[in-house]
């Protein structure tokens, strides 16, 4: 039987019926063909088709695609940035002191809101535009940075974090730099609601109770009550903030919004907000790795989100984010220090551990363009013992 599926349905023993690709354009020698490993499934989703063609008569069928995607190998989609002035130490410096200096302002605004006060536009606007700067330059230096989270100081994190991702999402986007300028305002003022939920429930470890939930979810509807009073703030940046627990199966809340009725802002906001909320670590559970939470985001696709947009952001971040600690074949580990868009398979690793020798080596900077060697797969830090905020310092980049 021939049916066509969305591209998250679609998994390894499938067989192609049709590529709805151009010939000339894909990497493929064929139309028709069974899918047998990952590395050509994961072509396949760089490609970015939507929906693919496939034979049930000759592969495996949908039902039996639980596992949807095993991995998927892509990396970011930046264009070089002409303004570098900094070293790559210099930029990390830059990037720690703009996390640290956002991360207390948004603490200083949701104080504000909790008293009753005013947000100010001027004070959050030009640190808005800081992490525009930074992550035009170089986003793989502020993204790892603002992956990781304290417990005492999540909210205020977690909205930085935001901020920073809807940039990366604009980009690849091809969005112009004022628009994404307000998104990532919008992101950065998204949960400023949550001022108004008392601690004991905003910091509760475990379980929210339903009453708990109730108050927990009126945050959306508070965020855009906050907003429509202060003066100067956009229709991008309150839409991107009001709506970011819309659904695009119209499950989400406060308004129940469906489909393209949610705008554009606020369905990459609700992208993002989700992807920085699973892979931090917070107080009733650790961080997934960026790898398996973007791969739940693909699943997620076509019911809580837009699957284009999803797959939009995956090449915005990458498979393997920067950050992120990667497996090669030759058995190294390594952590992904750049992402390079002209090679979404080949980021810059620093290898730092062999698995064989059981051992810490002389960290090195590879290339993967300019190597032999693969990634394999993603790694946690945890498994291998390895202190992810140890090689967050200057002097390894
Ligand atoms: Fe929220």
Redesign the pocket.
């Known amino acids: 039987m021939i049916k066509k599926i969305p591209l998250q349905q679609f998994k390894i023993g499938m067989y192609i019926n049709d590529l709805n690709l151009v010939w000339s354009t894909h990497p493929f020698a064929w139309q028709c063909f069974t899918v047998e490993d990952e590395a050509t499934l994961n072509k396949i989703i760089a490609s970015g088709i939507a929906e693919i063609e496939i034979n049930t008569a000759l592969g495996a069928d949908v039902a039996l695609a639980n596992d949807l995607v095993q991995s998927i190998n892509e990396t970011s989609s930046f264009a070089p940035s002409l303004l570098i002035t900094r070293t790559p130490a210099e930029e990390f410096e830059h990037a720690q002191k703009l996390y640290g200096n956002a991360n207390k302002m948004m603490q200083g605004m949701m104080q504000d809101v909790r008293l009753g006060k005013q947000i100010q536009l001027e004070q959050c606007e030009p640190m808005v535009e800081s992490i525009l700067d930074s992550m035009f330059r170089s986003p793989s230096t502020l993204l790892p940075l603002a992956q990781m989270k304290t417990r005492d100081e999540y909210t205020f994190q977690h909205s930085v974090s935001v901020s920073a991702l809807a940039v990366a999402f604009g980009r690849v986007l091809n969005l112009p730099r004022i628009e994404i300028k307000e998104i990532a305002l919008g992101g950065m003022l998204?949960?400023v609601?949550?001022a108004k939920v008392p601690g004991r429930i905003l910091n509760k470890p475990g379980k929210l109770d339903d009453a708990e939930f109730v108050v927990m979810k009126n945050?959306?509807a508070n965020?855009a009550d906050v907003l429509k009073d202060v003066a100067g703030v956009s229709d991008i940046a309150f839409k991107a903030a009001a709506q970011?627990?819309e659904r695009f199966d119209g499950t989400g809340y406060p308004q129940g919004l469906k489909g393209e009725d949610i705008s554009l802002y606020g369905q990459m906001i609700a992208i993002v907000?989700v992807y920085d909320a699973i892979t931090s670590i917070r107080v009733y559970h650790k961080g997934m790795p960026p790898t398996e939470a973007l791969r739940k985001l693909f699943e997620w696709g076509g019911t809580h989100f837009n699957p284009r947009l999803v797959q939009a952001f995956i090449k915005g971040v990458g498979v393997y984010p920067a950050g992120s600690l990667v497996r090669m074949e030759s058995d190294m580990l390594g952590i992904v220090r750049n992402v390079v868009p002209e090679r979404l398979l080949q980021p810059i690793v620093q290898l730092i551990y062999d698995c064989k020798k059981m051992s810490h080596i002389d960290p090195r900077v590879v290339d993967l363009s300019q190597s032999e060697d693969k990634i394999k797969s993603h790694e946690s830090f945890e498994k291998w013992g390895i202190k992810q905020a140890a090689w967050a310092t200057a002097e390894n980049f």
């Open positions: 998204h949960d609601g949550k945050h959306a965020t970011h627990h907000d």
